[in-house]
Structures are given as structure tokens and as C-alpha cells.
Nanobody, 124 residues
Framework: QVPLVESGGGLAAAGGSLRLSCKSS??????????MAWYRQAPGKQRELVAR???????DYADSVKGRFTVSRDDTRDAVYLQMNSLKPEDTAVYFC????????????????WGQGTLVNVSS
């Protein structure tokens, strides 16, 4: 019943690594996932885009994580991952998985689906 489920968050030391997973159960034939993304929201800050991957496999990253984070998908296209290396205390946030889904109706439209989030806490 939950279309996107994140996992892999937790505690890490500065300089350490974590790997986040987002598994999708959006499988209806009239839905098509166009892209999936990771967002994060730190205390007192706005939610921001961290990384995005389309199912054409193009990727985009926030400047703050370039060279440290890598977003990828599996071959079945039902899971997306965020490998986070060289973690910094400023990476501490709740990380949310997001999917842009096309609803294949007479007049197709895109909708956004959000996961519940997983907490990443990086010690200083």
C-alpha cells in the first residue's frame, strides 16, 4: 500500500559512507515512472533536491554532493539507490525518495509520489 519505501539511513561518522535504497511498488500498467529522485530536508531548512535519475539513465546532482554521492537504479527499474561517500555533518537530514509518474489516461498527466523518508545523521 506504500508505493515508495526508503531504507538505509542511520548514523555515520564524518568521512564515512551510507547507501540509501528506495523500492517502488508502482507497477500498474497505466503508470509509467519517468524519473526518481532523492530529496533531503535538514532541520530549519527547505527541502532540496539531492540527486535525480531518469529511466533514460541521465543523472543530476546538487552541487553540494557532486563527486561524493552517486544515484543509480537496478535493472528491473523498481529500485533506486543513493551511495553516499565522504559524508559531512551538513549531510544530516531526512532523505526522501520521490518519483515522477505519468498516468496514461486520455490526457496523460504527471504526478509526484513521495516516500516517508529515512534519517541520515552524520557526526562531526
Amino acid at each position: 500500500q506504500v508505493p515508495l519505501v526508503e531504507s538505509g539511513g542511520g548514523l555515520a561518522a564524518a568521512g564515512g559512507s551510507l547507501r540509501l535504497s528506495c523500492k517502488s511498488s508502482i507497477t500498474a500498467s497505466h503508470f509509467a515512472i519517468k524519473a526518481m529522485a532523492w530529496y533531503r530536508q535538514a532541520p530549519g531548512k527547505q527541502r532540496e533536491l539531492v540527486a535525480r535519475i531518469t529511466f533514460g539513465a541521465s543523472t543530476d546532482y546538487a552541487d553540494s554532493v557532486k563527486g561524493r554521492f552517486t544515484v543509480s537504479r537496478d535493472d528491473t527499474r523498481d529500485a533506486v539507490y543513493l551511495q553516499m561517500n565522504s559524508l559531512k555533518p551538513e549531510d544530516t537530514a531526512v532523505y526522501f525518495c520521490n518519483a515522477v509518474v505519468s498516468v496514461l489516461t486520455t490526457f496523460p498527466q504527471d504526478i509526484e509520489v513521495w516516500g516517508q523518508g529515512t534519517l541520515v545523521n552524520v557526526s562531526s
